[in-house]
């Protein structure tokens, strides 16, 4: 299913391949964790592999413990495109961390697995397509001293990269990192009330889906089985292969979303909305989806504006209900609403980037974010 491009190999017995694997583990984990003495020549996508998951693993580690200095020893800021990616990095450890406290949780857990697509070298540079599903792991606050018997929520995301390794020192070094950055519409919480917003949050409980229609389990189920990188690892991080994915040419966010309630919610195609060999405008674009939705009356708009104004009203969502995000006016991005955490707090999934059952605001709560919520009529 995935494109594999080896990368010059040798003729290395199984044995001695075995034993290159196990020496790349020992010293990286040896070297400050990420560096890695390697003979170049003998490197190729499965000990590539190894190689980035361990990687990935030492940034989740120091992305929990909100050090940045020992981030930074992963990249090359030497050069521009290498800086930038560590800068990038260094914003959103700063915004999760902050969106945490604003939530009044801790995350306990950040873990990621990774399918290599292909790698390739071009002198001292290795570039790794990837596709990368990260599971994170949050308690509230208010649960910590019983932390062994907390409710521990979990959230997913799926991102795809194009990252460049090179080795410097002995190291192997980042030096260009490339993705679709879920956090990347919201690096920034100093707008919202945090105190009042966070008593409101640790106020909530958790909510009881077990009564409703089954239309509504059934477009859910839907959205957790196609939700790509940041579904079960069992669906092998795909897309439903009946429809086209548009996340090449702006975004595949309402096409999912169209899909979701036709394929699981058996909402019947219109002359408006619909899809052939492609979607219509109403099915594959953001701002469409939401207005034919609204003047079709198959849906009924909740309440409207700022995270701020919205926070409330956001407990009456339910599953199978959507979120249109917007942006200086325009919607720009739709997602599903798929459940609950242990306060009532709503989840939410979608494309670009893939998210499974993800708290609904993480991405996209400063001042300059509005909110439709929409009770979608089943």
Known sequence: MFLVIKLKTFA?????????????????????????????????QEEMSVILQELFNYRNRMLLANDIKKIE??????????????????RRMRYLHNWADKQG?????????????????????????????????????????????????MFRIGTYHLLDLKILDQKWLIGREWYTDPFADSLRLDNIKTKENK???KAGNARDFSQLEQRRLEAV?????????????EYEYAYNKKYRNYNPFGGDCANFASQILHEGGKFRKTSVWNYQRGGSQAWVNAQAFKDFMLSSKRASLITYGTYDQVLEASYQL?????????????VTHISVVTGADSKGYTFVNSHNADRYHVPWDLGWSDRGIKFWLVRVDY
């Open 12 to 44: 290395i017995h199984g044995l001695f391949f075995i034993l290159i694997i196990f020496c790349a583990v020992f010293l990286l984990k040896l070297n400050s964790e990420h560096s890695l003495p390697s003979n170049k020549d003998l490197i190729d």
């Open 73 to 90: 020893l992963l990249y090359d800021t030497g050069q521009t495109v290498g800086r930038w990616a560590f800068e990038h990095q260094a």
């Open 105 to 153: 949780v801790r995350f306990i857990d950040i873990k990621t697995k990774l399918r290599v697509r292909w790698v390739k070298k071009k002198k001292d540079t290795i570039t790794s397509n990837i596709v990368a599903s990260t599971e994170y792991k949050y308690i509230y606050e208010d649960a910590l001293p019983q932390a062994l018997t907390a409710k521990v929520n």
């Open 199 to 201: 008593e409101r949050i």
């Open 221 to 233: 189920a839907y959205a957790d089985r196609y939700c790509g990188a940041a579904a079960d690892e």
């Open 318 to 330: 339910l599953p199978g209900d959507f979120i249109a995000y917007e942006k200086k006016g325009r």
